[in-house]
């Protein structure tokens, strides 16, 4: 019985590579976006405002958002493949030029870029943990630390 080792690894739908960069992960999340993209953007002209953006939360943002914790800390070249569907996203759903400034697009939105949804999501789940508001599994894993002076502002270490 000959087996080969794979490349890759997929569990709870997050590829994990050999070298866990996550690039075979990203680029599955980018087919599948776009491709729902593209159909979203085939109809687009029969939909409401608000039909559309229904649309492009089921289909997009949920892929963007799905375990986007495990990303934190990659190279910013591998989270702009992330931004660029977040950046067509809008266009399609605002009815934008591929020209038009995105920026603008994503505030009147207000989306934040997948790099800070990245960073809100980890923040958040910290203060719900420190709070009380999140499963008692993950507050136990963080604890706050408590400087000898008391002029050092608290840090966490986990």
Known sequence: LGLKPSQHAKNLGVIFDSELNFNSHVQGVAKSAFYHLKNISKVRSF??????????????????????ALLSG???????????????????????????????????????????????????????????????????????YEPVRLSDPPALYF
Not at 49 to 64: D, G, K, Y
Not at 95 to 112: C, G, N, Q, V
């Open 74 to 144: 990659l190279p910013q070249n591998t989270i702009n493949h992330l931004q660029l569907i977040q950046n067509s996203a809008a266009r399609v759903l605002t009815r934008t030029r591929r020209r038009a400034h995105i920026s603008p697009i994503l505030k009147s939105l207000r989306w934040l870029p997948v790099s800070f949804r990245i960073d809100f999501k980890i923040l958040l789940l910290v203060f719900k943990a420190l709070h009380g508001l999140a499963p008692r599994y993950v507050s136990e894993m963080l604890s706050v």
């Open 47 to 68: 939909l409401s405002l608000s039909n559309t953006e229904r649309l492009v939360h089921a289909f997009i943002t949920s892929r963007l958002d799905y375990c986007n």
